[in-house]
C-alpha cells in the first residue's frame, strides 16, 4: 500500500526497470540461472506416478465406463485451462494490445501441455459409446466419435505448436547465436532468422 505525504500520493512509474540497450537485455534474459534439480527430480517423481496410474487404468479394461469418468475428466480440465491458456496470446494478438507482451511467451509455452493431453485421450478413445440410436452432432462422419475426436485434437496441438515456434523463432536464433550455434541445429530451430523489418513484419503476420 502506498502511504500518502503532504496531501498527495507520490508517483510511481510503472514501467519495469530494464537494461539500457537490448544487448544487456538480451544477456540478462539469457544469463544462467540455478538448475533447480530439487523441482526436476519432484516433477519427475510426479509424471512416473501419473505414467503408472494411466497402465494401471488402462490394465482394469474398459467393461467398466464409469470407471474411467476421472480419467476423461482430467482430459477435460486439461484442454480448458492448460491448453486453453495460448488463447490469452491470440487474443490480445488480433486486438493489437501490447500490454499483452510480458504474458505471451508464458501463454503459448502451455501449448506443450497438448502433447500430454493428445496421448492421454488415445486409451479414452475405446470407451466412447457408438452412435447407434443415439442423436449426435457428429451425424454419420466415418470412424465417428473417434477418428473425428482424434484428428481435431491433433490439429488442435499442431496449432499451437505451429504458434509457440513461430514466435519463438527469434529468441532461439539469438540464444543460438550467443552459444556460438550455427549450421543445420540452426536452420531447422530458428529458420534463416535475421532479424530484419521484412521477417518481422512477416512474423507478426504470422
Not at 145 to 154: I, R, Y
Not at 175 to 187: C, I, P, T
Amino acid at each position: 500500500m502506498i502511504s500518502q505525504q503532504n496531501g498527495h500520493y507520490p508517483h510511481v512509474d510503472p514501467r519495469p526497470h530494464l537494461p539500457e540497450t537490448p544487448e544487456a537485455l538480451t544477456a540478462a534474459v539469457l544469463a544462467p540461472r540455478p538448475p533447480g534439480a530439487i523441482w526436476l527430480v519432484i516433477t519427475g517423481i510426479l509424471l512416473v506416478l501419473g505414467v503408472v496410474g494411466v497402465f494401471m487404468r488402462i490394465a482394469g479394461g474398459y467393461q467398466d465406463r464409469a470407471a474411467w469418468g476421472f480419467y476423461a475428466a482430467t482430459i477435460a480440465f486439461i484442454l480448458s485451462t492448460a491448453q486453453a491458456a495460448p488463447l490469452l496470446s491470440v487474443a490480445t494478438r488480433l486486438t493489437k494490445g501490447f500490454w499483452r507482451k510480458p504474458l505471451v511467451r508464458a501463454a503459448e509455452l502451455w501449448t506443450v501441455s497438448g502433447i500430454i493431453n493428445l496421448l492421454l485421450l488415445i486409451p479414452l478413445l475405446p470407451v466412447l459409446p457408438p452412435l447407434e440410436g443415439r442423436m449426435t452432432f457428429w451425424v454419420a462422419w466415418p470412424g465417428a466419435p473417434q477418428v473425428p475426436l482424434f484428428l481435431g485434437m491433433l490439429g488442435l496441438v499442431l496449432c499451437g505448436l505451429g504458434l509457440l515456434y513461430t514466435s519463438a523463432r527469434p529468441d532461439v536464433a539469438t540464444a543460438l547465436d550467443r552459444a556460438g550455434s550455427a549450421g543445420a541445429r540452426r536452420s531447422w530451430l530458428s529458420g534463416p532468422w535475421l532479424g530484419t523489418p521484412h521477417q518481422v513484419l512477416r512474423l507478426r503476420s504470422a
